[in-house]
């Protein structure tokens, strides 16, 4: 059975830091692209990171660029999305997904960006003071 299942989400003071972990199971992510996303309360689905199996090269949404990191460990089938100096504007549910091809595809102009075939079920990130 194919999962991915989010973790490490939480409530943070503006200006720290959280790491999000992707576990996969039922599928063995190193063919994989991988990418996060995240839904704020009121507004659209919107690409965040996403990171190719084939070069291992890396994508960022321009509001996280620098803050922000994707990585993979494909021994442990786990997805990383390491956050730091986090704001109020980050809230939101993340969502970890699976592309069938080994590379990301950026579409410009789709709020996406990222097109991906499977789904977590994601988790809550709160900053806040």
């Known amino acids: 059975q194919l999962q991915l299942v989010e973790s490490g989400g939480g409530l943070v003071q503006p200006g720290g830091s959280l790491r999000l972990s992707c576990a996969a199971s039922?599928?063995?992510?190193?063919?994989?692209?991988m990418g996060w996303f995240r839904q704020a309360p009121g507004k659209e689905r919107e690409g965040v990171s996403c990171?190719?199996?084939?070069?291992?090269?890396?994508y960022y949404t321009d509001s996280v660029m620098g803050r922000f990191t994707i990585s993979r460990d494909n021994a442990k089938n786990t997805v990383y999305l390491q956050m730091n100096s986090l704001k109020p504007e980050d809230t939101a549910v993340y969502y970890c997904?699976?592309?069938?091809?080994?590379?990301?595809?950026?579409?410009?102009?789709?709020?996406?960006?990222?097109?991906?075939?499977?789904w977590g079920k994601g988790t809550l990130v709160t900053v806040s003071s």
């Open positions: 997904a699976a592309r069938w091809a080994p590379t990301c595809t950026v579409v410009s102009g789709n709020r996406q960006q990222y097109p991906m075939n499977y």
């Open positions: 039922g599928f063995t992510l190193r063919d994989n692209a």
């Open positions: 990171i190719s199996s084939s070069d291992g090269r890396t």
